[in-house]
């Protein structure tokens, strides 16, 4: 069973830093990997999303790698900003034959607090 | 921007009530999902339709639960005797297709159950 592990579960850093998010998975054999965004009370925002293919995808001031053979995402937030404040969620879907699994299986999450 | 749309954003029932979920995926999508996150809990998933079928759907999604799409707009989740403990945030998410250009999983706002 695909299990996905985020460490810490918070993390607290003055604004400028450049930050680097982790996430775990038990299962290599996944089809991609999401990264989301969830700010409080609130929906997930789709910010990245990298096939099991690929070692990496950006957009903006955000970069996620992706090692599958090692169950390993990093997800990169350069000069971190106050509005960057959220949980960010890792979410693999898993690989089946043919193509994959529907559901994405989550982790926790990871809370960034970004201060001024 | 296109967006999934949920309603209500909080529903309030009493145990053993039915309830109905209702959400609005994105127009030109085929896939659509739903999941649901227990306070300090993961995200998990329900259940994914395609084609006016189900096509996968997890333990959690036993007899109670149902789900249709009574138009070619609207996508609903029925749980028809609640428990407390369904008291949750249902996810509605929805994807192009299941082919590479159409993988990101999009989700709406919530709609938070309270079961009392």
């Known amino acids: 069973k695909q299990e996905v592990t985020q460490i810490p579960a918070a993390l607290s850093v003055p604004e400028g830093e450049n930050l680097v998010l982790n996430c775990s998975f038990t299962?290599?054999?996944?089809?991609?990997l999401q990264w989301f965004r969830q700010d409080p009370g609130k929906g997930l925002t789709s910010l990245l999303l990298?096939?099991?293919?690929?070692r990496e995808q950006t957009s903006g001031r955000l970069n996620a790698s992706l090692d599958k053979s090692s169950g390993r995402s990093t997800l990169y937030i350069a000069a971190s900003q106050p509005g960057d404040s959220a949980t960010y969620l890792c979410?693999?879907?898993?690989?089946?034959?043919?193509?994959?699994?529907?559901?994405?299986?989550f982790g926790k999450g990871m809370k960034l607090t970004v201060n001024p | 921007e296109p967006e999934v749309t949920q309603t209500p954003s909080h529903q309030v029932t009493q145990m053993g009530q039915e309830v109905i979920l209702r959400c609005v995926p994105i127009?030109?999508?085929?896939?659509f999902y739903w999941y649901r996150q227990i306070l300090g809990q993961k995200v998990e998933f329900l259940v994914s339709?395609?084609?006016?079928?189900?096509?996968?759907k997890s333990e959690i999604f036993d007899d109670q639960f149902s789900v249709e799409r009574p138009d070619g707009s609207n996508f609903t989740l029925k749980i028809r005797s609640t428990k407390l403990e369904d008291s949750a945030m249902y996810f509605c998410?929805?994807?192009?297709?299941?082919?590479?250009?159409?993988?990101?999983?999009?989700f709406g706002p919530g709609t938070r159950l309270t079961v009392l």
């Open positions: 998410a929805s994807s192009e297709s299941r082919g590479l250009a159409g993988l990101t999983q999009y």
């Open positions: 299962d290599s054999a996944i089809y991609n």
């Open positions: 990298i096939q099991s293919s690929q």
């Open positions: 979410a693999v879907r898993p690989d089946l034959f043919q193509g994959g699994s529907e559901k994405l299986v």
């Open positions: 127009s030109n999508h085929l896939y």
């Open positions: 339709f395609y084609n006016n079928e189900i096509s996968e």
